[in-house]
């Protein structure tokens, strides 16, 4: 099997660069995946995509060398399964709240002895070189969202959980969860409990000797957040990078047109 250039960065001790894709085509994630990533997400929960959109987009990052990684839509075996199937190398888990829900987790993801996924890797096999089945649950990575008040108070349990890879911080539902609807959620927090509880989490999975990823929206913040200790930082969404670039190139012929008022009523109209 192809080692996995994640595990390899982070047994090194450098931090991972990993990209966000939300739009369901193939043509978009082979562009990302020829940008410098070490890894890119195919993101099921909140993007617009399914599963054999998502297997097209794996198949489209191949050829960059670019480790796959997918964001199940929930802690569903289905499809935590089926894209290890489909070639991802690993996944992240949303609302992981709890020990017994990582160690569900980790068993979706590992073949006995050390789990219960079910064998079948149908493109795995292919896209992974030979040897998958001895190898994947060495190469496979299992990354558990921590992004609640429940996750927060469990999070000594569910960092120690056997197998379990690495956690990962949703930062706008962790607003939600710690802050219940007294803070908006969002990216880069500068607000101390934010940061505090972020730095939490942080903390936790180092002292039980796992990853910490965050999902940051600016250049900026994953490079504080490297400086924190972060393994991994997620950057540019392909949705963000398409709505940003189009924005600022209409604006921009707008101003040198003067016509500036159809710069303000274009971003509200269609």
Known sequence: MIPSNLKKLWQQGRPAVNGWLSIPCGFS???????????????????????????????????????????????????????????????????????????????????????????????????????????????????AMVETAEAMENLDEIVSTPGLDAVYIGPADLTLGIANGRLAPGFDSENEEVVAAIKRVLDAAKGAGIRAGLHCGSIEYAAKAIGWGFDLVTILNDARILAAGARQGVSQLRELLGDKQAVAEGSSSY
């Open 29 to 143: 994630a082979e562009i990302m995946a020829e940008q410098g990533y070490d890894s890119l997400t195919v993101d099921i929960q909140h993007g617009l995509i399914g599963y054999s959109d998502a297997v097209a987009m794996l198949q489209s990052m191949r050829a960059s060398g670019v480790v796959p990684l997918v964001r199940a839509p929930w802690l569903d075996p289905g499809m935590i399964m089926k894209s290890l199937d489909a070639g991802a190398y690993g996944v992240i888990c949303p609302m992981v709240n709890n020990r017994e829900q990582a160690e569900r987790f980790v068993s979706y993801c590992r073949y006995p002895p050390l789990g219960v996924r079910s064998f079948g890797p149908t493109r795995a096999n292919i896209s992974a070189g030979p040897g998958y089945a001895s190898s994947a649950n060495g190469e496979i990575a299992c990354l």
